[in-house]
């Protein structure tokens, strides 16, 4: 019982049961495509698995994608094979040598054939050893059937499934490239193109740079433990296929800025490279669109800082993972977290490399003018190394462009410590870094140490407290009440005496005047505040009342001298 191949051979009865399919040239999906069933699919489906099929030959390859089902008995069949076919048979005209077996075997191999399946009974009662052997040789899996079946259902339940599965994919490539082509028209950034795709692929993904730093990190429910040590194990393994990976360049117009990288994951009806592809098209067009060519780098550190600084991480150790993997974290280093004003981030990275260091740029506070913003950084050196002095004057050096007036503020050394601790500490320098910046006086370029103010970083940390307010307007309202001239007199004379409490020469000189006119000054806040202000527990408190005062007021100034009350 066999079927009608294009050379023009017959076989027996039900021939209305056998379809040529040699002859049927489709335009058919390609062998590799995950959408196509697997041998071992086939197998299963009712049709073949009718025949109780037995497996001879190749179980290790049962996993195989069949693109086909191609039915004949001609023993030169492998000239209209096109590659990953699964071949229906009932051997009626095969030949009978074992030399031209075992030839007629390895020309079906060669042709990309995946499988075999013999139908017993009408030519062979048992598979001969010699084709068991040659098909092992080969790599081909073998089948035998002891019950016959009808061919032409095995045929169409095959066909069938292959044609609905790539009518489905070819509906998940059209949603995946409106999704994408959409994205890539709202202008939507790289970490939101970033996570719709892992979303899409349900599967982590990555997108790197040149050098295999991450730029934007999307894990899906992963473990934070895929980013560790990122950039030695892409450089490793970050071919396509390599541990399940899935990589595309982004590029266009000839110029590549990185790639995306998704980790293994489901298989995707479009095919994961065809989804990976979209999304690279996307990030292309929206570097090109980008006009001021920020780099990508410092583009996925920006986004990081941020991010961390928002409290948007899922645990402290995918957090830290994720610094380890921006090369921050690496190796036995201290972490200041630093806020800048009036700087590049270009300039800042250069400067802590300049210093033996490495820095992380956030976005500025004031983010419709960066220049007059106070951005967040995250510096890290090694742990042998002090910041301070030498090294700051450095570090500042690099930083101020011709005619700038940098400020910089730095919050508390983070020594190397526990993880969990490390990140917490280096977060909180940076916090405190920051608020300590908005509510200070850095008048002039210079440095600001959180540690040296603990008051004003204290007044930092609550100065949305009602308390505090309460109290500054308990303290001043008599000064403040004052007409302007005379107010402004006053809270010189005030910040003049808190700053230099227990020198009263140096005090009239950060106010600007001559010591008879300060004494008056002084007289005249006793008078107006009724406090004595030789007893340090009043100075005390009114210093915190001028602090809370200045927060504010909104003022980053002295209020009329910049050099008042003011020795960072």
């Known amino acids: 019982m066999c079927g009608i191949d294009s050379s023009g051979f017959r076989g027996g009865a039900h021939v209305s049961d056998r379809h040529e399919s040699g002859a049927v040239r489709t335009d058919r999906p390609e062998a590799t495509d995950p959408a196509l069933p697997t041998v071992a699919e086939a197998l299963g489906m009712p049709a073949l698995a009718l025949g109780a099929p037995d497996v001879l030959a190749g179980a290790e390859r049962l996993d195989a994608r069949v693109r086909w089902v191609h039915v004949s008995d001609s023993p030169s069949v492998a000239r209209l094979l096109d590659g990953g076919e699964l071949?229906?048979?009932?051997?009626?005209?095969?030949?009978?040598?074992?030399?031209?077996?075992?030839?007629?075997?390895?020309?079906?191999?060669?042709?990309?054939?995946?499988?075999?399946?013999?139908?017993?009974?009408?030519?062979?009662?048992?598979?001969?050893?010699?084709?068991?052997?040659?098909?092992?040789?080969?790599?081909?899996?073998?089948?035998?059937?002891?019950?016959?079946?009808?061919?032409?259902?095995?045929?169409?339940?095959?066909?069938?499934?292959?044609?609905?599965?790539?009518?489905?994919?070819?509906?998940?490539?059209?949603?995946?490239?409106?999704?994408?082509?959409?994205?890539?028209?709202?202008?939507?950034?790289?970490?939101?193109?970033?996570?719709?795709?892992?979303?899409?692929?349900?599967?982590?993904?990555?997108?790197?740079?040149?050098?295999?730093?991450?730029?934007?990190?999307?894990?899906?429910?992963?473990?934070?433990?895929?980013?560790?040590?990122?950039?030695?194990?892409?450089?490793?393994?970050?071919?396509?296929?390599?541990?399940?990976?899935?990589?595309?360049?982004?590029?266009?117009?000839?110029?590549?800025?990185?790639?995306?990288?998704?980790?293994?994951?489901?298989?995707?009806?479009?095919?994961?490279?065809?989804?990976?592809?979209?999304?690279?098209?996307?990030?292309?067009?929206?570097?090109?669109?980008?006009?001021?060519?920020?780099?990508?780098?410092?583009?996925?550190?920006?986004?990081?800082?941020?991010?961390?600084?928002?409290?948007?991480?899922?645990?402290?150790?995918?957090?830290?993972?994720?610094?380890?993997?921006?090369?921050?974290?690496?190796?036995?280093?201290?972490?200041?977290?630093?806020?800048?004003?009036?700087?590049e981030t270009r300039h800042i990275e250069a400067a802590a490399t300049d210093i033996g260091g490495r820095a992380l740029c956030g976005t500025p506070r004031r983010a419709d003018e960066p220049a007059a913003g106070w951005m967040p950084v995250l510096l890290a050196l090694p742990a042998s190394t002090s910041f301070a002095g030498a090294g700051v004057d450095r570090f500042l050096a690099g930083l101020r462009a011709p005619g700038g007036r940098v400020r910089l503020v730095v919050g508390p050394r983070v020594d190397p410590a526990p993880e969990d601790e490390l990140l917490t500490r280096v977060l909180d320098s940076a916090r405190e870094a920051l608020d300590l910046a908005e509510t200070a006086e850095v008048g002039e370029s210079g440095v600001l140490w959180v540690r040296r103010h603990p008051l004003r970083r204290f007044v930092a940390a609550l100065r949305g407290d009602h308390r505090l307010l309460a109290h500054a307007e308990s303290m001043l309202a008599p000064v403040l009440d004052a007409p302007a001239p005379r107010r402004d007199d006053l809270l010189d004379a005030l910040a003049a005496v808190v700053a230099h409490p227990g020198n009263r020469t140096a005090a009239a000189t950060a106010a600007h005047v001559s010591r008879s006119v300060f004494y008056q000054r002084l007289d005249a806040l006793e008078e107006v505040l009724g406090v004595r202000l030789d007893d340090g527990e009043v100075l005390a408190a009114l210093h915190l009342a001028l602090l809370v005062h200045r927060a504010h007021a909104g003022s980053s100034a002295s209020p009329r001298h910049p050099g008042s009350a003011r020795n960072a």
Do not use: C
Not at 306 to 314: E, F, P, Q, T
Not at 322 to 336: E, Q, T
């Open 87 to 343: 071949l229906l048979t009932t051997a009626s005209a095969w030949p009978e040598q074992p030399e031209d077996l075992r030839a007629m075997i390895a020309d079906l191999a060669a042709a990309g054939l995946v499988g075999i399946v013999i139908e017993l009974g009408a030519h062979y009662r048992y598979v001969p050893a010699v084709v068991v052997q040659a098909a092992t040789a080969n790599g081909l899996v073998l089948v035998a059937l002891s019950r016959e079946v009808k061919f032409v259902a095995v045929t169409q339940q095959v066909h069938r499934r292959i044609i609905d599965d790539q009518t489905t994919a070819l509906r998940a490539r059209d949603d995946v490239r409106t999704l994408f082509t959409e994205l890539a028209l709202r202008g939507a950034p790289a970490d939101y193109v970033v996570e719709r795709l892992a979303r899409t692929l349900r599967a982590p993904v990555i997108l790197e740079s040149l050098a295999h730093e991450v730029i934007v990190a999307d894990l899906a429910d992963a473990d934070h433990a895929v980013l560790e040590r990122w950039q030695e194990r892409s450089r490793a393994s970050g071919r396509d296929g390599a541990d399940g990976r899935s990589v595309v360049a982004v590029q266009a117009r000839g110029t590549r800025w990185g790639s995306l990288v998704a980790l293994a994951g489901p298989a995707h009806p479009a095919g994961r490279v065809a989804v990976l592809e979209q999304a690279a098209t996307a990030l292309a067009l929206g570097r090109l669109a980008d006009t001021d060519g920020e780099d990508w780098s410092q583009l996925g550190r920006r986004r990081l800082v941020d991010a961390l600084l928002a409290g948007r991480y899922a645990s402290l150790p995918e957090a830290a993972a994720r610094l380890r993997a921006a090369g921050l974290l690496a190796g036995d280093v201290a972490v200041f977290g630093l806020a800048v004003a009036q700087a």
